[in-house]
C-alpha cells in the first residue's frame, strides 16, 4: 500500500513539475539554458506540428508579442501575474504549516485557508499554473494543467480516504464543513458519507478528465478566438499588417504604400508568385522591439538567450505586468544609441518585417486568416524605416526560421 501511495504521489508530482517547466518556457527561451531546453523539447514540439491534428498545441492562445490591445486583454495580462505570484505565495506558506505541524506532532492543520478548503496547496499549485498559462499561452500547456489537475485531484480524494481511515468521524466532521479546493458555499453539497469514501471507478475518473480538458482547452480556444479579433491587425493596399500597439496602426497607414514602391522592397514581393494560398503578412514594429528574435532571425541582438539578462527580463516580466501593458518590453533602453539627436533616436524608427504566410489545403482570404493555426510562415526579409522622413534605412534579407531556429514561436 504505502508503495502504491508513493507511486501515485511522484505520478502528481511529475505532473506539476512537468506543467511548471513547460509553462516556464518564457524563462528558458531567454537563458544561456535555452539550448540544453530546445535539444530536449523541440523535437517534441516539431512532431506535434507536422499534422494538423496536433499542430494547434504549439499555438498560442493570448498576445504575447503584441501589447493587450483593450482592457479584457489587459486584464488578463495582469491577471496572470497575480495569479503566479499570489499561488506560489500560497503553496509556500500552507506547506510550512502542514510540516511544522508534523514536526510539532499536532493534529490535522484547520487554520487559515484549511478552515476553508482541504487542500490550499494545490490550490495555490493550480493557481501559479493558471498564471504561468497566462503568461506563455501555449495550448499544450493548457492541456498540461488539466492533467495536472485531475492527477491532483485523484491524490487529494485518496488523501482524504486516508484521513478518514485514521480520524474518522472527526476528519468527516471536518469535510462537511469544508470544499475540497473551493469554500464549501461555492459547491454543491457533496452526497452521503458512504459516497465520500468510495474509490473513483475507470470510467467516472476519465470523464473527469474529459471535463477538465474541455472546460479548459475549449476555454483556450475562445479566448484565442477573442484575441485574434481585437488585435491591430488590418489590410494596407497589398499587405496584411500587424502592429505591436495600436497607435502604430496610423503611421503604418502611412509609410507602407511608398515603402513598398521601393525598387529594392518591389523586387523582392514580386518574385513570390501571387495565389489564393498565401499572402504576405508585415510586422510593424519598433526598431529596437526587444522580442523580434521570435518573428524572425533579425540579428545576433535580438537573440535573448546570448544576452545574459535572463533575470532582470523575467522579474520585470512576472511582477511589473503594466510594463507590458505600456509597452515597456517593445523598448529595449539598453539597445540604444548614445546619440539621441531626433533623427537618430531608435523611437523614430520602425522595422517592417515581411513573413509569407501559405497553406497546402485551402484558400487565405483575410488578414485572420493569416494566424491560423495550421499556416505556414516563411521568413522573407525586413525594411527599417524613419518614422517622420519615410526614408528607407536598409533592407536585409533574412534566413529561415526565427533567433530560435525551427521552434514554434507565438505568431502574435
Not at 497607435?247 to 514581393?269: C, H, M, N, Y
Not at 486568416?369 to 522573407?380: E, F, Q, S
Amino acid at each position: 500500500m504505502a508503495q502504491h501511495e508513493a507511486v501515485k504521489r511522484a505520478t502528481a508530482t511529475s505532473a506539476i513539475f512537468l506543467s511548471m517547466i513547460v509553462a516556464l518556457e518564457v524563462v528558458i527561451m531567454i537563458s544561456p539554458f535555452a539550448i540544453f531546453f530546445y535539444a530536449v523539447f523541440n523535437p517534441f514540439f516539431l512532431a506535434l506540428n507536422q499534422s494538423s491534428i496536433t499542430r494547434w498545441m504549439t499555438a498560442f492562445f493570448l498576445p504575447h508579442m503584441v501589447v493587450p490591445p483593450n482592457e479584457v486583454l489587459a486584464t488578463v495580462r495582469i491577471l496572470g501575474s497575480v495569479f503566479f505570484v499570489a499561488g506560489v505565495l500560497v503553496f509556500f506558506v500552507y506547506a510550512i504549516q502542514v510540516y511544522l505541524g508534523k514536526l510539532l506532532k499536532k493534529a490535522t492543520a484547520t487554520r487559515g485557508l484549511y478552515a476553508v478548503v482541504r487542500h490550499p496547496q494545490y490550490v495555490g499549485l493550480a493557481l501559479a499554473a493558471v498564471g504561468l498559462a497566462i503568461m506563455w499561452p501555449r495550448f499544450f500547456t493548457l492541456v498540461l494543467l488539466a492533467v495536472m489537475l485531475f492527477l491532483y485531484y485523484l491524490l487529494a480524494r485518496d488523501e482524504e480516504r486516508r484521513m478518514l481511515n485514521r480520524y474518522g468521524e472527526g476528519y468527516r466532521a471536518y469535510m462537511t464543513r469544508t470544499g475540497m479546493f473551493l469554500p464549501r458555499i461555492t459547491q454543491k453539497p457533496l452526497g452521503k458519507s458512504s459516497d465520500l469514501e468510495r474509490r473513483h471507478g475507470i470510467g467516472r475518473a476519465a470523464a473527469v478528465l474529459l471535463v477538465l480538458l474541455v472546460v479548459i482547452v475549449g476555454g483556450g480556444i475562445l479566448t484565442r478566438v477573442y484575441t485574434v479579433r481585437h488585435l491591430p491587425l488590418e489590410q494596407i493596399g497589398s499587405l496584411d499588417v500587424i502592429t505591436i500597439s495600436p497607435e502604430d496602426l496610423t503611421p503604418a497607414r502611412e509609410l507602407l504604400p511608398d515603402v513598398i514602391e521601393d525598387s529594392l522592397v518591389a523586387s523582392r514581393l514580386h518574385s513570390i508568385t501571387a495565389d489564393q494560398n498565401h499572402r504576405i503578412l508585415a510586422y510593424f514594429i519598433p526598431i529596437d522591439y526587444v522580442m523580434q528574435g521570435m518573428i524572425a532571425n533579425t540579428g545576433e541582438d535580438w537573440k535573448l538567450f546570448e544576452r545574459h539578462k535572463t533575470f532582470g527580463m523575467i522579474t520585470d516580466y512576472i511582477f511589473h505586468p503594466f510594463g507590458h501593458l505600456t509597452g515597456g518590453h517593445v523598448h529595449d533602453a539598453t539597445m540604444q544609441k548614445h546619440d539621441v539627436s531626433m533623427h537618430n533616436n531608435p523611437a523614430m524608427k520602425r522595422r517592417i518585417i515581411f513573413i509569407q504566410v501559405s497553406a497546402d489545403s485551402r484558400e487565405i482570404l483575410s488578414p485572420y486568416d493569416d494566424l491560423g493555426i495550421n499556416i505556414l510562415r516563411t521568413p522573407l526579409f525586413f525594411v527599417d524605416v524613419h518614422l517622420h522622413t519615410g526614408e528607407i534605412l536598409q533592407v536585409h534579407d533574412t534566413p529561415a526560421g526565427s533567433a530560435w531556429g525551427t521552434v514554434p514561436t507565438p505568431l502574435f
